[in-house]
């Protein structure tokens, strides 16, 4: 029987894992082993180059849609705050901030369905602005918005998008019914399509089986998706989630793993829910991440970005970049403007995956 560390070896080799493999024993195998070999994968394909990034809130509250795990749907009771689109100067003041601090991309994210009218012409303004006034590279979350908005998002000086399809196909009915999985899929081949690059992932800790990550990861590398944002659930009162046990620390760092090796060569990046690991989060750049969302997560606090880059710096990884270099499509499979590898076979690896 192939050892994990075998497996791993395999999978350095160019083996890649897929559906009609036995992927069960993710599961149950011994979790010191899988993370150290999840690691490993890291280490080949991502070296030691942590991507952070941070996001705000464009415009919080009202969405409408019934995602159960969200703090700023209508149909929950949260007593989140609400506003519309930010002040432009706001916006900008924070990715400036943030661009100071070290942080590598920056994303505005806003509630409801989709961005349109007025606030979505604020948005591209904003983008216009920081993509003449910053280096800073910049993401969107806007929803389901049209082919149309993702070409002059682009034309913005936007290169990557972010759309979670949040579970496996199988559990997406219990986690929200007011918009389907397919639609999920749909946005993300369009905005693929339009050049742009997609981070893509989910929420664990909703109910769902070891077996729906395992189909989520399938499906994410089904999709060439190369920045995996995972999120561990932070139960939030008012939701139907709110009385969720915590995922624990195991589980987190499993799960973690088994995404690194079902996507090699994507970013995993640790997102929501740090609070629930120990040493901030410390020992999933152990076990298979090479990424991470830094700076307030949204409804939840997350880390900082000084805190983020001092722990990093003390395990030994880099989390600065060279901009302004277009990447090789065949290095990073995004082709954007964005911070590219000394060399695809370097050990200094400052490869760019969006």
């Known amino acids: ?42 280490a080949h394909f991502k070296g030691d180059y942590i991507d952070l990034c941070t996001i705000i809130n464009g415009r919080s509250g009202r969405c409408g849609e019934n995602c159960k795990f969200c703090a700023q749907s209508a149909h929950n009771h949260t007593g989140c705050e609400e506003y519309s689109f930010l002040d432009e100067e706001k916006i900008i003041a924070e990715a400036r901030a943030n ?11 806003t509630a409801g369905r989709a961005l349109t009218g007025q606030d979505f012409e604020k948005a591209l303004h904003v983008y216009q602005r920081m993509h003449k006034e910053l280096s800073i590279n910049l993401c969107a979350s806007m929803g389901f918005i049209s082919r149309e ?9 936007v290169t990557s998008y972010h759309h979670n399809i949040e579970t496996s196909r199988r559990n997406f009915p219990n986690i929200c019914t007011s918009h389907s999985y397919d639609m999920k899929i749909e946005t993300i081949k369009i905005a693929q399509e339009e050049g742009l690059c997609v981070c893509s992932g989910g929420i664990i800790g909703m109910g769902e089986t070891f077996e729906d990550r395992i189909d989520m990861a399938l499906s994410l590398q089904e999709l060439g998706i190369r920045s995996i944002p995972i999120n561990a659930l932070m139960a939030i009162p008012g ?33 929501a829910g740090r609070k629930l690991l120990s040493e901030n989060g410390k020992k999933a750049f152990e076990s298979g991440c090479s990424a991470t969302i830094t700076g307030n997560m949204l409804t939840t606090s997350g880390s900082t970005i000084k805190g983020d880059i001092k722990m990093l710096s003390e395990m030994g990884r880099k989390t600065s970049t060279r901009k302004g270099t277009a990447c090789d499509s065949s290095d990073c499979g995004c082709g954007c403007d964005c911070n590219c590898c000394d060399s695809a076979n ?6 760019e995956t969006c």
């Open 239 to 271: 939701t139907p989630f709110e009385k969720n046990t915590p995922l624990s620390e195991e589980e987190i760092l499993r799960t973690l793993a088994t995404f690194r090796f079902i996507n090699p060569e994507a970013n995993i990046r640790l997102a």
């Open 1 to 42: 029987m192939t050892s994990i560390m075998e497996l791993a070896e395999e999978i350095i080799r160019g083996k890649r894992l897929g559906r009609k493999d036995d992927l069960s024993f993710f599961k149950t195998c011994d979790i010191k082993d899988l993370t150290q070999a999840a690691d490993k994968i890291r």
């Open 149 to 157: 908005q993702f070409r002059r998002l682009k034309e913005a000086g």
């Open 346 to 351: 370097s050990g200094d690896h400052l490869q």
């Open 99 to 109: 661009q100071d601090e070290g942080v590598n991309r920056f994303a505005i994210v």
